[in-house]
């Protein structure tokens, strides 16, 4: 694209305007920003308006500048352009894309909270990570190399048990409002709202880019989907994921729910899907190898017909939002390491009904089982004890984990 000439428009406005290379009066509009003002909707009005230059060498000379105004203005155009029979255009990315596994397609997204009116709306009293305004987390890819879990002191566990908490909050908070007909991008606003209230910043937003502020994988999607204006409806399950910065910690959970009459065999995989980080947190103590915990998992899932996820593991958390030790869930893994009292990590096994294995939507984060078949995950963030464990992300008053549909029933 850095090739295409800057030229006369049919159907631009023939009048003199400001070069926006050099200030000089300009007639030449870029043909790019012309076709996207040309798919703008009457009753829409984005913050960008048409370029114009005073010659082709000027546009040539500031095209690598001006091109990265494109792609944010032709998402906020394409967000608010119905197709017809009530849904929305997809994002861009996955026009012409034939790779789906399932039922399930994306749908657009609100474009009145983009993550940077989102990041301007923060109070100047949440503390934020060093990825909220860059979308790069510099500490965690100095630390990649790091195969050593941190033991953290009491007051650096006081501070994350505090982030913990609020992340069990803003959870709760996010799985009331899952329901036949909400849309996952009322989850994510209600996610925003109960986590900025309470001082926290949500740790996925800019999180490499990440346009919102929590994961909501509904049916296929394995991990990481992002909230859209697709309602949700009977018989989906649906897991929701938080995470939250608190005064420089980080705290992660998530739970999977059904939504409306869901079938015995959906049921019957959420349900597997809390044995198996139930079974994986049985084994944590002082000296137990991370690589043993994924057996214990995937025993259990295949005693009830499930596969394990292999591509994503539960991982180290507190100063950083990832970062060692990696947890894998299936067996015969190459996880490094022995547990000690000071550790803290997540398990969160993804379980599938059909095969192990996962694909990703152009998207770059929508992880979906490769044979469409339904997917569920339960999170908690573990600190390791001198003689055993305790659960920072459990509610109040459930000190150990403990089956309950109604819980997971919406």
Known sequence: MADDDSKTVEGAPQVENTC??????AKMACPHCVKIKASE??????DYGVAYYCAQDCFKKHWKTHKAQHKPWAAAVEIATPLPGGNERMPSCFDNYQGWTGSLRPWARPAVDDTRARLLRLPASVQKPDYAGSGQPYSEILDKRNRTAKVYTPEQIQGIRKACKIGREVLDAAGRAVKV???TAEIDRVTYEATVSRGAYPSPLNYYNFPCAVCTS?????????PDLRPLRDGDVVNVDVSVFYQGYHGDLNETFVVGQCSPQNVGLVETAFRCLEAGAALIRPGTMYRDIGSNIERVAKKRGCQVVKTYCGHGIGELFHTAPNVPHYSKNKAVGVMKAGHIFTIEPMINLGGWRDRTWPDDWTAVTADGSKSAQFEHTFLVTEDGYEILTMRDGEPRMAWDLTKQQR
Request: glycine share 16%.
């Open 20 to 25: 926006a290379g050099c200030g000089l009066p």
């Open 41 to 46: 909707p009457q009753d829409f009005s984005t």
């Open 181 to 183: 007909g909400v849309t």
């Open 218 to 226: 509904v049916n296929e999607v394995i991990c990481h989907g992002i």
